[in-house]
């Protein structure tokens, strides 16, 4: 990134100056005002650089001032590009981007949300985070007690697109679901069968756990970051232990970051495993979804014996791991993995010598790859319309730029091109396990515990199963934390499915649903 701050420092000369030495990681870069559209631009257009996340801060009681935060990307750098846009506390604004970017629509209206700040021509301002109902109140403001009890909500629930035309029909789904699934509400306008549009509505279940990361030891810390989203517990607290062991330039063993990557891609198989038989089942083939769920049986077993917890909860932590492996361990890693990946070549067969699946998965929910890449779309959706990025290639963490892998792209964008980029990288998880698994020997599996310095700012990104996470912290005095950012994936791809759906039938949208599987507890946290 040295190159882009050189140009920016020519192209807006007084406007941009460094807060930090630049690092191998991130280059930050402090703005003269709240207005960052012309700095965005330039970066996406004359620099290639994409946008990865926007999100806000309160500094008001430290510095007098607001921050918005302005994280980018370039491929084939490795380090991030931070800029900082101040924002007076009396001029509480500033300029959306949502207009010519979709892709940070919602989080501009988290901004507004929590924080208070508006978003200027934002085309959609309404409320995303916190419900229309809700009081007049910023939640990750410092001056808003945790403790404090709100008054009952009254007033206007959120109100839908009316369905008008004759033959058109509101059909609405949830938000509470069949099963066990969280809340969220799907409305459709529906022609017949064909849908016309769908409308989204999440955060029923808004937890504060930004909030709850003010109030922890950094040690206890750990153990929320984990509870983000119960399927991705061991890439959220990776995440979260990567950013405190760059704010506090603490080095990890080697033998440590050999076994965050192999539970790492222990999580991505029994997920993605998972999901290849629930999209199975959908389209009625529920004797692959059988096969499917033993397999993910059997690899959930493997990590309660590799991290004693089936979600592979309260192993990770800040400077490794908790514990190391004994040889039996070990030797039963590479046996269930040798077993397991028979059988999956064996369900793969299965389900494409099925007429039937490639018939009703094929050309369903169709993400068009230019609508992915205006969305921001990661993760599996993303590869499967096109978008080529993995955080493990592309900015390596753990051990990930010890071994090699292949990151498999389509741009067919339904849902078989979904389910195929999950075959595929179960595959290659495979093969990232094999390559580690020589790296199981003696050393030390984590670095002695030490104090964590205050005033740091670091940022950590993990290619969770479902697509980039990111998590930003500022540390603060006696070991605890002054912010932390989360991005689950999800909080990007859900406007995806509104554009999916468009066109099909009623009927296909569990299957189209599921090919993205986004977590409702990862956006609301």
Not at 101 to 108: I, K, M, R
Not at 157 to 175: D, K, S
Not at 463 to 480: F, P, S
């Amino acid at each position: 990134m040295l190159p882009v701050w050189e140009a920016l420092r020519e192209k807006f000369p007084g406007r941009v100056r460094p807060l930090e030495a630049p690092s191998e990681l991130q280059l930050c870069i402090r703005l003269d005002n709240a207005d960052a559209r012309e700095v965005v631009h330039y970066l996406r257009t004359q620099q290639e650089a994409r946008l990865v996340s926007v999100f806000a801060e309160d500094r008001v009681a430290a510095e007098n001032v607001f921050y918005n935060y302005y994280l980018f990307e370039r491929r084939g750098d490795p380090c991030y590009l931070i800029l900082q846009a101040p924002i007076p506390p009396d001029q509480p604004r500033f300029p959306s981007l949502a207009a010519e970017l979709p892709a940070v629509n919602w989080q501009e209206r988290e901004i507004q949300d929590w924080f208070g700040l508006e978003a200027l021509g934002h085309p959609n301002p309404r409320r995303v985070a916190l419900h229309d109902n809700w009081p007049d109140v910023h939640p990750l403001r410092k001056d808003f007690p945790l403790d404090q009890v709100l008054p009952p909500f009254e007033g206007q629930r959120h109100a839908y697109r009316p369905t008008l035309g004759e033959g058109v029909f509101q059909v609405p789904v949830g938000p509470v679901h069949a099963g066990t699934i969280e809340p969220g509400h799907f409305n459709f306008a529906v022609a017949g069968e064909p849908i016309l549009y769908l409308q989204l509505r999440m955060f029923y279940t808004h937890k504060g756990t930004e909030k709850l990361f003010e109030h922890l030891p950094i040690h206890r810390a750990v153990f929320l970051a984990e509870s983000i989203s119960g399927d991705s517990s061991f890439s959220h607290g990776t995440a979260f232990c990567q950013a405190i062991e760059r704010a506090a330039e603490i080095e990890v063993p080697f033998l440590a970051q050999i076994m965050r990557t192999i539970l790492l891609e222990l999580e991505r198989i029994y997920n993605h495993v998972a999901d290849i038989g629930a999209i199975a089942t959908d389209v009625g083939f529920v004797v692959a979804n059988a096969h499917a769920g033993r397999l993910r049986e059997m690899v959930v077993q493997l990590n309660e014996e590799l991290a004693g917890n089936r979600l592979l909860r309260g192993f990770v932590c800040v400077g490794g791991v908790r514990r190391y492996w004994l040889p039996r361990q070990v030797e039963t890693l590479a046996k269930t993995l040798n077993v397991f990946g028979r059988e999956f070549q064996e369900l793969v067969a299965i389900i494409k010598t099925f007429d039937s699946t490639r018939y009703w998965l094929d050309g369903t929910g169709f993400l068009h790859p230019d609508k992915a890449r205006a969305l921001g779309i990661v993760g599996v959706s993303g590869r499967a319309s096109g978008v080529d990025l993995d955080v493990r290639r592309d900015h390596p963490y753990a051990a990930y730029d010890c071994v090699q892998f292949q990151v498999p792209v389509y741009d067919g964008g339904d849902v078989w091109h979904r389910t195929q980029v999950r075959i595929d990288e179960v595959r290659q998880s495979f093969a990232i396990i094999g390559a580690a698994i020589p790296h199981l020997f003696d050393g030390p599996h984590r670095a002695p515990a030490q104090h964590v310095p205050p005033g740091r700012c670091a940022l950590s990104a993990v290619e969770g199963w479902r697509g980039e996470i990111l998590h930003w912290v500022r540390t603060g005095r006696g070991n605890c934390l002054e912010r932390c950012k989360i991005k689950d994936p999800s909080i990007n791809n859900w406007p995806a499915l509104v554009e999916a759906v468009q066109g099909n039938i009623i009927a296909d949208f569990p299957v189209i649903n599921k090919s993205f599987n986004l977590s409702y507890s990862g956006t609301d946290r």
